[in-house]
């Protein structure tokens, strides 16, 4: 059975962190890309980091030099680590593995910028 559980979503104030962690199992995680995606109310699921089995990140440049993405293939985990969080990262933050025609989403974790 795959899962994919998101955890460390929370209430921040700008400029502060977070860091998201997802544990994945179910699947052989090491070959699959990573990802993290969210949805803010009223938008669509748009991408905020996406890592490959041999480590190569991509973001897009509403987050580029504040979000890090990272993974553990010997613990089946990827993280998400938000710095100089602002009020339009408000969203459901959702965990994302993809290998060819497979693709596996979690329920996601509420994440809420606001002083």
């Known amino acids: 059975q795959v899962q994919l559980v998101e955890s460390g979503g929370g209430l921040v104030q700008p400029g502060g962190s977070l860091r998201l962690s997802c544990a994945a199992s179910?699947?052989?995680?090491?070959?699959?890309?990573m990802g993290w995606y969210r949805q803010a109310p009223g938008k669509q699921r748009e991408l905020v980091a996406t890592?490959?089995?041999?480590?190569?990140?991509n973001y897009p440049d509403s987050v580029k030099g504040r979000f890090t993405i990272s993974r553990d293939n010997a613990k089946n985990l990827v993280y998400l680590q938000m710095n100089s969080l602002k009020p339009e990262d408000t969203a459901i933050y959702y965990c994302?593995?993809?290998?060819?025609?497979?693709?596996?989403w979690g329920q996601g974790t509420q994440v809420t910028v606001s002083s």
């Open positions: 994302s593995g993809r290998f060819w025609t497979n693709t596996y």
């Open positions: 890592i490959t089995r041999d480590g190569t990140t």
């Open positions: 179910g699947f052989i995680f090491n070959i699959y890309t």
